[in-house]
């Protein structure tokens, strides 16, 4: 299988996204074995305007990686226990990012975090790295269903975007 390039990345989230779908999430943990996850979910979140992106703030200390051109790793902790994997796309200077939220056979985006042994360290990382990246095995998904992003209730009529992506099946 072929790793991504990090140009795969320097797309907009919109078409990144859904292309992320039946692809492997591959790490190398530290003991040196290797697991490859397929990718069944996906969010995207596009620049300070969608106000369910994390940019929608401005540029912070948190979101700076997002404001960095696409292929670049971004992650973040919630309820202090859950490292989160996004991935950077576009531009530079337009934020905008794609949460991993489930692999085959693991599903929420904390629980894949746990998995992978995310933490602070992959905060900025480029793809592909020595212990991150994600492969192509040439298959043409074209079975998936986007519905409204989870969780984002606050973001006003954002939240209706139909920016999830979910694998129905290879």
């Not at 040196?32 to 620049?47: D, F, N, S």
């Not at 973040?76 to 996004?86: S, V």
């Not at 796309?89 to 990012?97: I, K, S």
């Not at 056979?105 to 995310?118: C, H, N």
Request: a positive charge; glycine letters at 8%; one cysteine or more.
């Amino acid at each position: 299988m072929q790793k991504l390039s990090r140009n795969f990345f320097k797309q907009d989230v919109l078409i990144v996204a859904p292309a992320l779908l039946g692809k492997f999430l591959v790490r190398e943990f530290e003991d040196g074995h290797i697991e490859r996850y397929r990718i069944t979910e996906v969010e995207a979140y596009r620049g300070e305007e969608d106000k369910a992106c994390h940019a929608a703030k401005g540029r912070t200390r948190r979101t700076e990686v997002m404001y960095h051109e696409g292929g670049k790793i971004y992650v973040y902790l919630i309820y202090g226990m859950y490292w989160l994997l996004n991935i950077v796309t576009g531009n530079e200077d337009e934020p905008q990012a794609v949460l991993i939220r489930s692999v085959e056979k693991i599903s929420g985006p904390g629980r894949v975090g746990k998995q992978l042994q995310l933490h602070s360290g992959f905060y900025g990382e480029i793809l592909p790295s020595k212990r991150i990246w994600i492969e192509d095995d040439n298959r043409i998904v074209s079975h998936y269903v986007t519905t409204p992003r989870i969780g984002i209730d606050y973001a006003g009529e954002w939240k209706l975007k139909e920016w999830r992506y979910c694998l129905v099946n290879l």
